[in-house]
């Protein structure tokens, strides 16, 4: 639906005071900030005709755009369905000086993308053709300053409980907070035996596989699931690994030490944060009660396996697209006389299927390039029968049909002018005039359902076309790639898949980045070893 109204809502935890956990202005609340809003457009008979649609970030920053709700609406923004967008004022929408004037300056306008900020008292309607003016990149580069203060001091804060030895972002697996106190924690209950378990199974001479496993068939949850925690790019069953264990192993707050400033942002709101040296950790001796003696603790991360840095390797990402079928995760890739691909759930669960995939990198890659090449023969087919089929502009052939009911409707319009006088001169009656006003209008009410309908059929045609346009370029491309070698073919084929997913040694499905004629996308291989 084209012509809506968009109400953008943000609330920060800088709104909040880190004193008293209340927000330090509750019209900034999103409750608050939805009834002013709504209440400004009630007001405004230009825009309280139009649909509303609203977006709310609750706890995210105005100093960077990675925000999900901001970034939908900017998605309908872009697909032409919000003509105009409203906040509380300037630093609701950011307060980025940059971004924010890049926004207002240069991407709504060139949208036809009407900007309100009620506070503010700026609405871009009266800057067309000009800019916001000086008051309006102050406003945004004081909006910029003040969030940067901000977050300077309670950095500073933070560190000043880091210093004394609080634990400030979360507690460690094996540890819960302590009833009542803020930055206090004590050992939970429940996990608490388990990191135990860990540390004196690992000074008994076990491995950590073997550790991860025996947890496994405990079914004891992983520290992801008993903290009800949740990520959208998995999509495979929990369980204990290597890496998890040793993580524990090596993780000195058990001892009943804090350990802190072991990573920091290099800049304010940074999306990834830095590394520091171990030298430069701040750590508190006694802040909490122990899980482990220090002497348990060094006696389980003295059978860890020494790993000695022998510098920076690059590693090929483009071969990292096989998945394993039974559980989902990215096969794992060793070495030997050659290279070879199995799933790593077997060293955990033994009984799983996943234990049936095991393919050498030379195995597998001969029956990915026999698919690859016979796609490139499916898409070259189809690339002659596309350029066979093109006949004709649709667009160009809607415009014109648009043209003619135009031209249609305005020769009604002339009509209805023409009946008006014939009537006033007495050429016929009131009752002729009537019905034939009433035919002339008919007809003007199916032309506009028309020219509505080509509209439509344009817009459909645009799209078609545009993917048509697409598609040919990926298939022509085509062509020019059956002239490459074997070996140029198997380096270029990893461009072109999303995912290879293993069912065993003898069966695999490959998921293509493109939409051409392998089922959709997908073709399901299926090679005996």
Request: hydrophobic content about 35%; proline content about 3%; glycine content about 4%.
């Amino acid at each position: 639906m084209k012509d809506c109204l968009a109400l953008y809502l943000r609330l920060s935890q800088d709104d909040v005071d880190v004193k008293t956990n209340a927000l330090k202005d509750e019209s900034d609340s999103i409750h608050n900030q939805r009834l002013f809003l709504k209440r400004y457009i009630d007001s405004q008979a230009d825009l309280c005709r139009f649909p509303v649609l609203e977006f709310a970030d609750d706890g995210y920053s105005g100093t960077n755009f990675d925000r999900p709700q901001l970034q939908e609406m900017l998605s309908l923004v872009r697909s032409g369905r919000i003509s105009c967008i409203i906040v509380k004022d300037l630093s609701r929408f950011g307060r980025n000086y940059l971004e924010v004037g890049d926004y207002l300056e240069h991407i709504f306008p060139f949208l036809n993308v009407r900007f309100i900020a009620v506070n503010d008292h700026y609405d871009s309607s009266r800057y067309i053709g000009t800019t916001g003016g000086i008051d309006v990149a102050f406003r945004n580069l004081v909006y910029q300053r003040y969030s940067h203060d901000l977050s300077e001091k309670v950095k500073s804060a933070m560190h000043m409980k880091m210093a004394e030895g609080k634990y400030i972002n979360h507690c460690p697996y094996g540890y819960m907070k302590k009833p009542g106190v803020k930055h206090e924690m004590i050992p939970d209950p429940v996990t608490a035996p388990i990191v135990r378990e860990i540390f004196l199974s690992a000074v008994s001479g076990m491995k950590s596989t073997e550790i991860a496993a025996m947890l496994n068939d405990k079914a004891v949850p992983t520290p992801m699931v008993y903290k009800n925690l949740s990520r959208k790019d998995l999509h495979n069953d929990a369980m204990w690994s290597h890496q998890a264990v040793i993580r524990i192993i090596k993780d000195y707050k058990y001892t009943g030490a804090m350990v802190n400033f072991k990573c920091e942002n290099e800049t304010v709101r940074a999306s990834a944060q830095r590394k520091r040296k171990p030298e430069e950790w701040v750590v508190v001796e006694n802040q909490h009660p122990p899980i482990v003696s220090h002497k348990e603790y060094e006696a389980a991360n003295a059978t860890l396996r020494k790993v000695r840095y022998k510098g920076f390797r690059a590693s090929n990402r483009k071969d990292c697209v096989y998945y394993c079928a039974h559980c989902g995760r990215r096969l794992r890739k060793s070495y030997g006389r050659d290279e070879y691909y199995s799933c790593a759930t077997k060293m955990y669960r033994p009984a799983s299927r996943c234990s049936e995939i095991h393919w050498s990198r030379t195995e597998i890659e001969k029956v990915v390039l026999a698919a690859y090449k016979a796609h490139l023969v499916l898409m070259n087919d189809a690339y002659e029968k596309i350029q066979a089929r093109v006949n004709g502009n649709p667009v160009a052939s809607c415009r014109n049909k648009q043209k003619s009911v135009l031209s249609e409707l305005e020769a009604c319009k002339a009509e209805n002018l023409l009946l008006y006088e014939k009537y006033r001169d007495g050429v016929f009656g009131k009752d002729a005039f009537m019905e034939k006003k009433k035919q002339n209008l008919q007809r003007k009410d199916q032309l506009e359902r028309r020219l509505s309908e080509l509209q439509e059929e344009e817009e459909e045609a645009v799209r078609l076309q545009s993917e048509l346009e697409e598609q040919s370029q990926v298939l022509h491309e085509s062509q020019s790639l059956m002239l490459f070698s074997d070996e140029e073919l198997r380096t270029l084929m990893y461009g072109a898949i999303e995912k290879v997913v293993v069912y065993g040694n003898e069966e695999i499905e490959i998921q293509w980045k493109f939409h051409t004629p392998f089922q959709k996308g997908r073709g399901l291989i299926r090679e005996a070893k």
